[in-house]
């Protein structure tokens, strides 16, 4: 009886399942600024793309390649930037709407901490985020996410098993 080899879109499911219940749990005990929160959720989230490529080798008995093991790896990875980007659609626009004031906030106290930056500046990057909120936060966060999970893949797919395999092995004379 053959293994069935788990797919990246129950995979990326999975994480991207993971990744909303932290964010609704970010939300809910208001941990924004809480580095050790965001440091749990990147380790999650890595983690689960190095597991999901070892546990592709290992059900396709290590007779994969490098690229097989990768490509895996970033498919999972773009599953979980197309469950994270809708929720981020709709937890700004309807669950959440409040993030974006929060966000915001903390983004003019920051800048106000610095002396280098003029009060009317400030002003005007506070109205123009505001404007393009859901577009940057969507573009920032899918370029992260696939960026931290090519790192992902690559380290996966390095230290899965493989078997090596003679190219020429099955070849017709």
Avoid: W
Avoid at 17 to 34: A, D, E, P
Avoid at 110 to 117: C, D, H, K, L
Avoid at 132 to 143: C, E, K, V
């Amino acid at each position: 009886m053959e293994d069935k080899i788990t797919s990246h879109i129950y995979k990326g499911l999975i994480l991207g399942v993971i990744s909303i219940l932290f964010s609704v749990i970010v939300h809910t005990f208001n941990l924004y600024q809480n580095a050790y929160a965001n440091l749990i959720n990147l380790g999650i989230f890595i983690i689960g793309i190095i597991y999901s490529c070892i546990l592709f080798s290992n059900q396709n008995n290590n007779k994969v390649s490098f690229g097989n093991i990768f490509a895996h790896g970033f498919k999972t990875t773009s599953v979980v930037i197309v469950i994270s980007s809708l929720y981020t659609v709709l937890a700004v626009k309807f669950l959440f709407p409040e993030i974006i004031d929060i966000s915001l906030n903390i983004s003019r106290k920051g800048m106000e901490s610095n002396p280098n930056i003029p009060k009317e500046s400030i002003q005007q990057n506070v109205d123009f985020v505001r404007k393009y909120f859901i577009p940057l936060t969507l573009g920032f966060s899918m370029a992260g996410t696939a960026f931290i999970g090519l790192i992902a893949s690559l380290i996966g797919a390095a230290v899965a098993k493989k078997k090596s395999t003679n190219p020429f092995e099955n070849s017709i004379a």
